[in-house]
């Protein structure tokens, strides 16, 4: 999700990753620590998976901020020798044109859990040129749910991409669906906030 940033005129944004064993009041640890630091998030994006807290996030200093100094606060404020912590300068241009020029779309796929599905269907997608840009798998005993958001150039023909994904899957026993995400989030009640933080500029 997009925050508000400080300003233009800020000197110093970083991209911060962390990787550790989930634990109560990580984010919390994180965020204080990038506060009093003087630092604003301008984005961040954080799940747990099987017992691993992993977060990505970026930062932008009104002032001078080394990544030696925030590197250790981040670590401090996790409190575990063996967290994964990664700091990068943040180099992406300010107009740099969006990775692919298209729509956003939701893919699922259903069926049972096999070895090689994903491979299978991200290597026609990345064909098409397709940008995947999440990714979530839900398993439930020996089946599996996967979620994705996709942007699919608008020279494609929604309905080829989706008839080709399905043949793909077919050979795994799963099924596919593709809808515009607008579509979805009205269709589905969850998550119905997510184009708004966004802003989307589709009704």
């Given at each position: 999700m997009r925050m508000n940033s400080?300003?233009?005129?800020?000197?110093?944004?970083?991209?911060v990753s962390v990787l550790v064993k989930d634990k109560v009041g990580i984010l919390r640890g994180v965020s204080a620590?990038?506060?009093?630091?003087?630092?604003?998030?301008?984005g961040i994006?954080?799940?747990?998976?099987?017992?691993?807290f992993a977060l990505i996030l970026t930062v932008t200093?009104?002032?001078?901020?080394?990544?030696?100094?925030?590197?250790?606060?981040?670590?401090?404020a996790?409190?575990?020798?063996k967290a994964d912590v990664v700091i990068r300068a943040y180099d992406v241009p300010e107009n740099r044109p969006p990775t692919?020029?298209?729509?956003?779309?939701?893919?699922?796929?259903?069926?049972?859990r096999t070895v090689g599905i994903?491979?299978?269907?991200?290597?026609f997608l990345a064909n098409q040129g397709v940008n995947v840009e999440g990714w979530t798998v839900y398993a439930d005993g020996p089946r599996a749910t996967h979620l994705g958001e996709v942007t699919v150039p608008d020279l494609l023909d929604i309905k080829q991409v989706q008839d080709g994904l399905q043949e793909v899957v077919a050979v795994f026993g799963?099924?596919?669906?593709?809808?515009?995400?607008?579509?979805?989030?009205v269709t589905n009640k969850v998550g119905a906030v997510r184009p708004l933080l966004r802003g989307a500029q589709h009704v």
């Open positions: 400080v300003t233009e005129k800020a000197s110093c944004r970083y991209v620590a990038l506060a009093d630091l003087g630092g604003d998030m301008d994006s954080q799940t747990v998976l099987d017992g691993y200093f009104a002032g001078p901020c080394s990544e030696e100094a925030l590197r250790s606060a981040v670590q401090d996790l409190d575990d020798e692919v020029q298209g729509s956003r779309y939701l893919v699922t796929l259903n069926g049972k994903l491979k299978a269907v991200t290597n799963f099924t596919c669906g593709i809808q515009h995400e607008n579509i979805f989030l």
